[in-house]
């Protein structure tokens, strides 16, 4: 294969890597963002969306398209509402203080992960795409559900911009990230919003992951990658910037599938990683993210 | 106490008794005693550190009360957690004002507005009162001038059309002009029935817009006067700040 064609697949398979990433990194931004709580079990939510997605699949049978849609609807619902226990049960109790909300999570993540272990078992496992339709290229075909997914990510981002600026839902998270204070002043029941963001948080990542997960497997593993890079996509684009989430994801997702491809992943890896150092030392508020009031 | 009591009884908009209330193991206020009369302006004026922003922060839920009561009307505040305060009908205009800053002078309008359910009506009496605005509706408040970011904190706070309205320090680090539109607010509203508590460090300020004034010192009420006492005999402001 010709270098033009080879560099347009490996941007094809980055822009799939950025989509997922961009929608599990949003969920991660925007409880950081609102919440000021870093969530570690972010990429448990990411993994148990998956393993949820495998059992849903598993369950109903039939055509393939039924069970994923199925699964591409419940599994992200359950996940909300575990979200949702484990954010009244631990965090608020914590009252959401910076420090022990991380050791929170690093707990969180562990139970969900040896549970996951314990009930779904060490196999990765595949999920039938919907359908297996290929897209034909003059050099190469190409995996229509993959182009799908792109699309799908694309669609859900866009529906999260429009609910975080056009309604009052969206008002009232911003007003409480900016000033949960002030907010309260003004009526807005800052407990329940911080309830209802971890959640959604953790519904963004389920949805990637079910969207992932015909293409790489459930694993109870498989979470910690996804945490990683989103933790990369955040400080690179920016906490609680939306536009800047997208922008590093797009970066992230494009260089580590074109890196990986001509050269290796590792690399890939390490240039990310490199990436973040210089963002953390040149502008810590990422690229557009402002600076601390 | 106070030289009002002996005349005609006054209804009483807000009634705080024997409030204690700490920041972690630091009492700030010792059994503060507070009355506001409707329709009247009270001033809260002390030292910096008295107890002042922290008996506003009260009032809103902010800062829990440990011992003591706070009634609107007839209902009891320290219970509620703090978002249903301002439903209840008190407004708060924080020190430093406190805006949305990266939100537009409409969405800081709307959140106001949202938080007792007000609709078209309140908004464009609101507007009328600060006219400047209508102007700037679409501009990201924190691009504001500070006098216009001033305007839009209490435009904010009376979208929700409340009985009581809390101004900790409006005139804090405006231009003259600014300090005399502000000031002419303050009156309006008294005039259109608005109960207010003042927390104010300027005498002149006092002097011209307060009915009564309540000296704030270590966390406790030391004596509420008429501000015709105070104009007459203004040793008492010496007493308790120490200017004149």
């Known amino acids: ?293 | 106490m106070t030289g009002m009591n002996a005349g005609v009884p006054e209804a009483e908009a807000l009634v705080i008794s024997g409030l204690d209330c700490f920041y972690g193991e630091v009492q700030i206020l010792h059994g503060l005693d507070l009355v506001l009369h409707e329709g009247e302006v009270l001033c809260l004026f002390g030292r910096n550190g008295a107890g002042k922003t922290t008996t506003l922060k009260a009032i809103m839920g902010l800062v829990p009360a440990r011992v003591g009561s706070i009634r609107l009307g007839g209902k009891e505040l320290t219970g509620l957690p703090a978002h249903e305060v301002p439903k209840a009908g008190v407004a708060y205009v924080p020190q430093g004002r406190r805006l949305f800053a990266e939100m537009t002078v409409a969405e800081n309008i709307e959140i106001g507005l949202m938080a007792r359910r007000k609709g078209k009506a309140v908004r464009e009496n609101v507007l009328d009162l600060f006219p400047l605005l209508r102007q700037r509706l679409r501009q990201r408040s924190g691009t504001l001038s500070g006098g216009e970011q001033q305007m839009l904190a209490m435009a904010r706070a009376l979208c929700l059309e409340p009985q009581v309205l809390l101004l900790d320090e409006p005139t804090e680090g405006l231009m003259p002009s600014m300090i005399a539109k502000i000031r002419e607010t303050v009156v309006t509203l008294r005039d259109m029935g608005v109960s207010t508590i003042l927390v104010e460090q300027r005498v002149d300020a006092v002097l011209s817009i307060a009915d009564r004034v309540s000296f704030i010192e270590n966390g406790r009420n030391r004596e509420t006067v008429d501000v015709e006492e105070l104009r007459a005999d203004p040793s008492a402001v010496r007493r308790y700040v120490g200017v004149g």
């Open chain 1, 1 to 293: 294969m010709h270098f033009g064609p080879h560099l347009l697949l490996a941007a094809l398979e980055g822009l799939v890597t950025s989509a997922v990433l961009a929608l599990t990194a949003l969920g991660l931004s925007l409880v950081f963002g609102v919440m000021r709580v870093v969530n570690v079990a972010h990429g448990e939510f990411f993994m148990l969306g998956a393993v949820l997605a495998w059992a849903i699949t598993t369950a109903i049978g039939g055509h393939p398209a039924l069970g994923f849609l199925a699964a591409l609807v419940i599994s992200p619902l359950i996940v909300g509402g575990i979200a949702l226990v484990a954010e009244r049960l631990v965090l608020r109790r914590l009252d959401y203080n910076p420090e022990a909300t991380i050791v929170a999570t690093i707990g969180m993540l562990y139970i969900i992960q040896q549970l996951a272990l314990t009930f779904y078992g060490p196999e990765a496992r595949p999920v039938e795409p919907p359908f297996t339709y290929r897209i034909l290229l003059p050099w190469f075909g190409y995996s229509g559900y993959k182009l799908s997914v792109i699309a799908t990510s694309a669609l859900l981002l866009v529906a999260t911009w429009l609910v975080l600026t056009r309604t009052r839902i969206g008002l009232v998270m911003r007003a409480t990230q900016y000033d949960s204070e002030t907010a309260q002043a003004f009526g807005i029941p800052v407990d329940r919003v911080y309830g209802g963001v971890f959640a959604l948080g953790a519904v963004l990542a389920a949805i990637a992951a079910v969207l992932i997960v015909p293409i790489s497997q459930a694993h109870y593993l498989m979470g910690q990658d996804p945490l990683l890079l989103s933790f990369i996509v955040v400080i690179i684009g920016g906490l609680g910037s939306l536009r800047g989430t997208i922008v590093a994801a797009l970066l992230i997702g494009m260089s580590d599938g074109i890196i990986s491809m001509f050269f290796s992943p590792t690399l890939a890896k390490i240039i990310a990683t490199l990436l973040v150092a210089m963002v953390l030392v040149f502008r810590p508020q990422g690229l557009f993210g402002t600076a601390a009031r």
